[in-house]
């Protein structure tokens, strides 16, 4: 029996951001920049390919079944995914995860968040604007413009 894609609830979002010491909005605009859901496949030029919410690449998964995580919680459980997703995220901070951390040193924090998509400058530079404007637009907007109020 193929599993049903469960949702991404706020509290998944808000959990995962506390649990690694991320800044919540910095969830929610990698959620936005990758724009996938739970049982959405995307793939990539270099063969390999993204799972879910947080488009979890498919090279982490020797390294996740090595903590016992499968493919399919990744790929059907959104909650999952996000917990996974800022796991990642929280290797690739290397130690900026807690805003007055990240703050300290701009730069390096912007990079790092690239880093979750790349290490290529290029396409590092791309991911970050994105997420950042993702950021901008959906999480420090006014609550009048996203419900139209």
């Known amino acids: 029996m193929i599993p049903v894609p469960t949702p991404v609830h706020r509290l998944c979002v808000a959990t995962a951001a506390q649990h690694y010491h991320e800044p919540v909005w910095l969830l929610y605009g990698i959620l936005a920049t ?6 959405q496949v995307v793939r990539d030029a270099n063969g390999s390919y993204d799972m879910g919410p947080m488009g979890i690449n498919s090279l982490w998964l020797p390294t996740l079944a090595r903590l016992g ?3 399919a919680e990744i790929l059907t459980n959104g909650c999952e995914n ?3 997703g800022a796991w990642i995220l929280a290797r690739k901070l290397r130690g900026h995860q807690v805003p007055q951390k990240a703050f300290a040193h701009p730069r390096a924090f912007w990079r790092h968040v690239g880093d979750y998509n790349s290490a290529t400058p290029h396409w590092n530079h791309l991911y970050r604007q994105r997420v950042a404007q993702a950021a901008r637009q959906r999480y420090f907007a006014p609550l009048e413009q996203i419900h139209g109020h």
């Open 69 to 71: 995580i499968t493919r």
């Open 34 to 39: 990758e724009g996938t859901r739970p049982g």
């Open 82 to 84: 996000v917990a996974v």
